[in-house]
């Protein structure tokens, strides 16, 4: 475990690097850093080889679904998406260009690919970065300060991995009480740890404890092509990651009088899951997660239609009540009446429910997002 001296010492080094950082053309920063993330987007670069073989280990996510989760990333972070980004960043002609002297990026262990988009912004905004990854999983933070390393040693100065056990109050605060901005994936109680450490001027971009839902709408459903198409999305979405995300659905309404029905749209998207869990199996279910698991399926086969397979389940239980899953591939198929029944079904998840998908063309997302009570 780093020591406090230790990382007292790694959060000067960052901050002195920032001066250069921000002496930089933000386009020659953006070429850079995403040069560095081609390393290991490229299974056949030494950095790519690292990423595959040591990330599966350390995610217990499968060698299949990592290597889709760096594919499914790197598509949207490569040069032209880095280019872009900052070209948003740049200050207005009239504005002064004041970006934080430090940032701070602390990391959950749930989806390995989260630390991508925080560490390129920190970057392009001119902020030397210190990333504060899990202890279970660095991997991915530590590739990257190494393949920037290998493009621009200079860069790379300005970017920091450390790790230490969550609840060390000297460490966090070593580390929080100088930082400018800090983001911080991970569960209620880091996000309540985190702000007790923060510098009164510190800003805090968090993202905690949450899941997603989802919803498929009449018009997607008004054919088995159509209800086909959106059972095939959704699959992929429950398989990414393991449903370990915050973004993971773990219910999907379908909304009743469309041309397939609940009963039938959970048996696709139970085919669906099937036929990921031999494209992109499954990583080995943890003990705890297990006996969850029992209990949940076992609930969903009194209440309704349980339809297992090798890593995966589907419970349709009608108009039942929401019980959320425990993830690692279980989801709920519920049928509503329509957006305004969704709306009142999804007010007891609160701030929690970070993403719902809706199958549906865009006047009817329209028609969703209404619905919405306030909070969600």
């Not at 880095?82 to 948003?88: P, S, T």
């Not at 239609?305 to 090798?310: S, V």
Request: proline share 6%; charged share 20%; hydrophobic share 50%.
């Amino acid at each position: 475990m780093i020591g406090e001296a230790e990382l007292r010492a790694r959060v000067d080094a960052a901050i002195a690097a920032g001066p250069a950082l921000r002496a930089r053309p933000r386009e020659q920063v953006a070429e850079r850093v995403a040069a560095a993330w081609a390393l290991i987007a490229d299974p056949e670069r030494a950095p790519g080889r690292a990423a595959r073989e040591r990330l599966p280990e350390t995610t217990g996510l499968s060698l299949p679904k990592i290597a889709w989760a760096l594919q499914a990333t790197f598509a949207r972070a490569d040069r032209q998406a880095h280019l872009e980004g900052a070209r948003r960043m740049a200050p207005p002609d009239d504005a002064a260009r004041a970006p934080a002297r430090l940032s701070a990026l602390v990391l959950a262990g749930n989806v390995f690919t989260a630390c991508v988009q925080p560490c390129s912004m920190a970057l392009l905004a001119g902020s030397p970065l210190v990333v504060k990854a899990s202890s279970k999983d660095d991997v991915l933070p530590s590739l990257f300060v190494a393949a920037l390393a290998q493009v621009d040693v200079e860069l790379a100065e300005a970017c920091e991995v450390v790790t230490f056990p969550g609840g060390t109050p000297t460490l966090e605060s070593a580390l929080m009480s100088r930082a400018d901005v800090v983001s911080v994936y991970g569960s209620d109680a880091t996000l309540t740890a985190v702000r007790r450490r923060l510098a009164p001027t510190a800003s805090l971009v968090a993202a905690g404890h949450g899941l997603g839902a989802g919803f498929v709408s009449r018009d997607a459903l008004e054919n088995e092509d159509a209800a086909r198409a959106a059972a095939t999305a959704f699959a992929l979405d429950v398989a990414a990651y393991d449903q370990r995300g915050c973004m993971s659905p773990h219910v999907i309404w379908v909304e009743r009088g469309g041309g397939v029905d609940g009963a039938d749209w959970a048996s696709m998207l139970a085919a669906q899951l099937d036929r990921l869990a031999a494209d992109l199996p499954r990583g080995p279910l943890p003990r705890e997660v297990g006996a969850a698991q029992i209990q949940w399926r076992g609930v969903a086969a009194a209440r309704g239609e349980l339809i297992e397979g090798d890593g995966w389940s589907v419970s349709y239980e009608g108009g039942a009540a929401l019980r959320v899953s425990p993830g690692w591939r279980n989801v709920m198929v519920l049928d509503v009446d329509g957006p305004a029944a969704l709306g009142a079904a999804l007010a007891p998840l609160g701030v929690h429910l970070k993403t719902l998908g809706v199958a549906g063309d865009a006047a009817r997302r329209r028609e969703v997002a209404a619905a919405l009570p306030a909070g969600l």
